[in-house]
C-alpha cells in the first residue's frame, strides 16, 4: 500500500487576523496536522546570530520532507513582518507549499485598536498591554494590511481578507473545510 504524502501548509499574514486560530483547529481535526508557530521560533531566532531566513528555509524543508516520507500534515503560521513574502518568492521549495496570506485592509487603525482592545483575552499577550502600546500596534498593523494584499497581488499569492465577527468566521470555516478537504484527496 502506499503512503499518501501529507500537506505543508504556510498561514502568514498580520497578528490577529486568524492563522493561529484556523491553524489549531486544524491540529484538532484529526487529520495528522502538526502545528509550527513561527512565532515562536521568531523569538529563538533573535536570541541567536543564525539568519533568519535561512532558518525558516530550513524548517520548511523539514516539513516537506516529512509530509513527502511519512505523510504528515504540518501548518506553519507565522507573522509576515518577520519573514516577508519577497522571502517566500526567494524559497527554492514554494511551489511544496499551499500558502494563504491573512489581512484585513478595509477597516481603519482605529477599528483595529478596537478589535484589538475587544477580542483579546488574557492568554494574549496583547491583553496585558496599555492603551498607547496598543494604539501604536494597531497602527502598525493597518499599514501593513495594505502592503500584505499588494505583495500578495505582486506574487499572485491567495490573500484571505479576515474581518472580526461573523464575516470572519464564515472565511475561517470555509478555508478550514477547504484544507481538510485538500488532505482527503
Same mark, same amino acid.
Given at each position: 500500500?502506499? &503512503?499518501?504524502?501529507?500537506?505543508?501548509?504556510?498561514?502568514?499574514?498580520?497578528? *490577529? $487576523?486568524?492563522?493561529?486560530?484556523?491553524?489549531?483547529?486544524?491540529?484538532?481535526?484529526?487529520? *495528522?496536522? !502538526?502545528?509550527? !508557530?513561527?512565532? !515562536?521560533? +521568531?523569538?529563538? /531566532?533573535?536570541?541567536?546570530?543564525?539568519?533568519? $531566513?535561512?532558518?525558516?528555509?530550513?524548517?520548511?524543508?523539514?516539513?516537506?520532507?516529512?509530509?513527502?516520507?511519512?505523510?504528515?500534515? !504540518?501548518?506553519?503560521?507565522?507573522?509576515?513582518?518577520?519573514?516577508?513574502?519577497?522571502? /517566500?518568492?526567494?524559497?527554492?521549495?514554494? =511551489?511544496?507549499?499551499?500558502? +494563504?496570506?491573512?489581512?484585513?485592509? =478595509?477597516?481603519?487603525?482605529?477599528?483595529?485598536?478596537? #478589535?484589538?482592545?475587544?477580542?483579546?483575552?488574557?492568554?494574549?499577550?496583547?491583553?496585558?498591554? =496599555?492603551?498607547?502600546?496598543?494604539?501604536?500596534?494597531?497602527?502598525?498593523?493597518? +499599514?501593513?494590511?495594505?502592503?500584505?494584499?499588494?505583495?500578495? #497581488?505582486? +506574487? &499572485?499569492?491567495?490573500? /484571505? &481578507?479576515?474581518?472580526?465577527?461573523?464575516? *470572519?468566521?464564515?472565511?475561517? &470555516?470555509?478555508?478550514?473545510?477547504?484544507?481538510?478537504?485538500?488532505?482527503?484527496?
Amino acid at each position: 500500500m502506499e &503512503n499518501k504524502k501529507g500537506k505543508v501548509i504556510l498561514f502568514g499574514g498580520c497578528p *490577529r $487576523a486568524g492563522k493561529t486560530t484556523l491553524a489549531v483547529r486544524l491540529v484538532k481535526s484529526g487529520k *495528522r496536522f !502538526s502545528k509550527i !508557530s513561527g512565532d !515562536s521560533l +521568531y523569538g529563538a /531566532i533573535i536570541e541567536t546570530d543564525v539568519d533568519k $531566513a535561512e532558518f525558516i528555509k530550513k524548517v520548511l524543508e523539514n516539513l516537506i520532507e516529512d509530509a513527502e516520507i511519512y505523510g504528515i500534515n !504540518s501548518v506553519f503560521d507565522y507573522c509576515s513582518y518577520d519573514f516577508t513574502l519577497d522571502d /517566500i518568492d526567494k524559497l527554492p521549495l514554494k =511551489d511544496k507549499l499551499d500558502m +494563504y496570506f491573512f489581512g484585513f485592509p =478595509d477597516i481603519s487603525a482605529k477599528e483595529i485598536q478596537y #478589535n484589538i482592545k475587544h477580542y483579546a483575552e488574557p492568554i494574549d499577550w496583547i491583553y496585558h498591554c =496599555d492603551d498607547d502600546y496598543i494604539e501604536q500596534v494597531a497602527k502598525r498593523i493597518y +499599514y501593513f494590511n495594505i502592503k500584505l494584499k499588494e505583495w500578495c #497581488n505582486q +506574487y &499572485n499569492y491567495q490573500f /484571505i &481578507n479576515t474581518s472580526v465577527g461573523k464575516e *470572519r468566521n464564515i472565511m475561517l &470555516n470555509s478555508l478550514y473545510e477547504k484544507i481538510i478537504n485538500d488532505c482527503m484527496l
